[in-house]
Each structure stands twice: as structure tokens, then as C-alpha cells.
């Protein structure tokens, strides 16, 4: 039996339950649930999906478990790989629960992050997701002032930690030497060109459109629209928002709501807004678009 190298119970457990006979959408809930310190509506909003969908789901991988006799015991280190893109999910997505609020989360999923590195330091999208947390997690102090939602242009970049940049950047540089192109990958690329200042938004787009190609997210697509309002216009930023299947995401209506308004559409802004604001949960946020509207 080959000896085991993992340097964190923790990370241990998660690779255990990312169990392949499993769909992967149905490991990294099941995991994200059972480990990963996530509510069932967190992890319901995190795929986008209603709260009761997500239940039968997780329902379902319950009784998948339980029927055909899945055996849960920890993978030999030949088998890693075959669980990587679900541990790498589960992290990322107990990060970002964590970047919205709950700070305790986002410590542990760098944690998480830099062990996984350490235990697969050849893997680039392992470099990749600890980049990205890092690139990401650098702005926190200044991503909210006073209670208030601050939007990334308008941060102020001298409460960023220039040590969690600088780390994140030689992550990347590291994950592109090992010949990353992934989803992982990109996305930390992304996050530093962010960082820049001023920010090439040209690059940006470029960027954007690889990852959408690899993913196929129309959620990337619309993170991509913001940087062609930057590069090609805000009607062609619109045309792409307005073709995007996300009827039920609150930043597709705030990303069309911010466009119409620097278009002079004000009542088309005004029913976006609107409609973002049904949708959004997190206070800050309901009282940025609030102000949005009151400005309006």
C-alpha cells in the first residue's frame, strides 16, 4: 500500500469525499456540505440553483452512497489527480462564501490552498486557485468603507496587501511555467492584471474570453462584458449582457443596470436596478444598489 503524503486532516477528509463514482457537481456539494462549513442555501447559490434544488440534489447523492455501496476511505497518492477538479472546487468556493462576509471561511480555504499546493507542487491549477485567493484576498480591506460595498475602481489601492499581490504573482508565474492554462489559472491571471494600475483592459478582455472558452460560464461572459465596455463601448458591453441566460443572478441585472445608466436609459436602469435588488441578500450590497437607485 502506498504511503500517504498529505500534510492536513482536513484536506485529507475532502479528498476522500470526493469520491469519482460520484457527478462531480454532486462531490463538491456533498463535500461542501458535509466539511466544507456551508449551508445547504450557500451551496445552492453558489451553483446557482434554488435552495430545494439543491436539497434533492444532495438527497440523491445520499441515497447513490447508500444504494451502491460507495466505500469512503482515503485515495492512494496515484489517485489524487482523479480527484483534483473537485478538492480545487470545494476550496474555491468555501473562498468566495468567505470573500463575501465570512472571513473565518476565506482564511481556511488559503489554508486549504496552500496545502494542496505543497501536497501536488507540480499541479498548476493547484498554484493557480492559491493565487487567485491571494490576488483576491489582498483587496479585502479596502473592498468595504465605512459598511459600504466599494466597487473596484473606486478602492483604495493603499489598503491592499502588497505581500499577498506579490506572493499571488510568483504563484502564477509558477503555475504558467508548469504549462497552466486552466480555469485556475486564468482566473489568477485576471485577478493580477486587476491589480495593475492602471488596469489594461484590453488584456483583460482578452483573458476573459479564455476563460469563457474553457468554461463555457456565461457567468465569465458577463464579467467579460464589463471589460469590453472598457474596450469596444457600453452598447457593445449591453448586447452581450442581454444575450446571456442569468434571468435569476442579481450582478447580471446590476452589470445592466450600471451600463443603461452610463447610456442615459434611466428608466431601463432604474427596473434593472430594481430587479438586482429583489435578487440581492447581503446588506451591504442591498443598500449599494439602494443608493444606485436614490442617485437616479
Known sequence: ???QTFPDERLELIFTCCHPALALEAQVALTLRTLGGLTTEEIARAFLVPPETMKRRLTRAKAKIQTAGIPFSV??????????AAVLAVVYLIFNEGYGGRVDLAAEAIRLGRMLAALMPDEPEARGLLALMLLHDSRRAAR?????????????????????????????????????????????????????DPIDWAELAALYGELARVTGSPVVELNRAVAIAAV?????????????PLSDYQYLHSTRAELLRRLGRIDEARAAYRRALELARDEPERRFLERRLTEL
Open 1 to 3: 500500500m502506498e504511503e
Open 75 to 84: 485515495p492512494a497518492d496515484h489517485l489524487l489527480p482523479d480527484r483534483l
Open 144 to 196: 468595504f468603507a465605512g459598511g459600504e460595498l466599494v466597487l473596484l475602481p473606486d478602492q483604495d489601492r493603499a489598503l491592499w496587501n502588497r505581500e499577498e499581490i506579490g506572493e499571488g504573482r510568483v504563484l502564477l508565474d509558477r503555475a504558467i511555467a508548469l504549462q497552466g492554462r486552466g480555469p485556475y489559472v486564468l482566473q489568477a491571471a485576471i485577478a493580477s492584471v486587476q491589480a495593475d
Open 232 to 244: 469596444d463601448g457600453l452598447e457593445a458591453a449591453l448586447a452581450i449582457v442581454d444575450d446571456l
